[in-house]
């Protein structure tokens, strides 16, 4: 691998479902959860997922780490094909199996993930053993390394999951992910069932585990607010598309997509005083199964025209690194978020 290489690459990802649409009709639809969004992430950054709830975040994360088989595009870690429909290659079995362990997840809810009748010692030495990393006692004993590097004492190792309270869970979710030293952690809303003060404490950990194992970050969050904080890079995804993408100076401090702005509007500033534009978004959010034609976001944008209703646009490059899929966005690109990064 090159120096240049982004640790993970994503190309023109797609993931449709198929779903039927009543109990009594054959009829089906398709719904377009993750519709072609491409992406890179360097080795050592986080890259914030942020959209409304429904905009295909998670499927994209999974889709991401094979867990849902992607129906097309690319992805790869380190230089190396994951998935590529173009090859036709997909990773099955034992290569599979060795690419799982560099790429893991860690849920909103880890407690849906933990087995009750296992003690978190024996669940985070479990995923050890799988990945042969080590057995028995010495899974155990790195079981509780991990464990304590994430912030639980020895001491609880025999305990079930329903004794932690949400964030000691989430820090067993996090030293299980960290147990089979990945390279790449897809972190599906990690702290937003959590409470506020326990948030910055989970952000902490990632943080700090980060910085000592050059981990490598996609951060899913609803909510922007969050990964201002967190993110070193971000893609706002709306009805499976990314609509902006840019380094988080730029995102939050000059976007130029319509919705970008919209979502900004409504997250605090340090000056509420300050007069803001604030922009309400009008019409309901569309089903990822009907989606409107041209852009799919003319049905609520302000700045919408007729080319924004009959024609999809494409990525265009704001500056290095900044892309944005609007037609019209240098005629909205003057927008103060009251934001400085
Ligand atoms: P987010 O994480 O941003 O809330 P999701 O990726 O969970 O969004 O969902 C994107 C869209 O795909 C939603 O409309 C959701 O209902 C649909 N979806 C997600 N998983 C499935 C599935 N297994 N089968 C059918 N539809 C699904
Ligand atoms: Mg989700």
Redesign the pocket.
Known sequence: MSENTPLLRVENLVKY?P?RTGIFSAGRRT?K?VNGISFTIDRGKTFGLV?E????????GRAILNLVEPDRGAVSLAGRDIYNSETGLRLRGAAMHRARRDMQIIFQDPYASLDPRMSIGQAVAEGIEKHRLARGKGALELAGEVLEKCGIGRESFLRYPHEFSGGQRQRVGIARALALKPAFIVADEPIAALDVSVQAQILNLMSELQEDYDLTYLFISHDLGVVRYFCDSIGVMYLGRLVETGSRKHLFEEPVHPYTQALLSAVPVEKPWEKRNRIKLTGELPS?ADLPRGCVFHTRCPHAGEICRTETPGEEQVREGHRVSCHRWRETGNFATGINI
């Open positions: 479902y779903v719904v959860a959209g709830s429904g905009c295909g975040k998670s499927t994209a990822p």
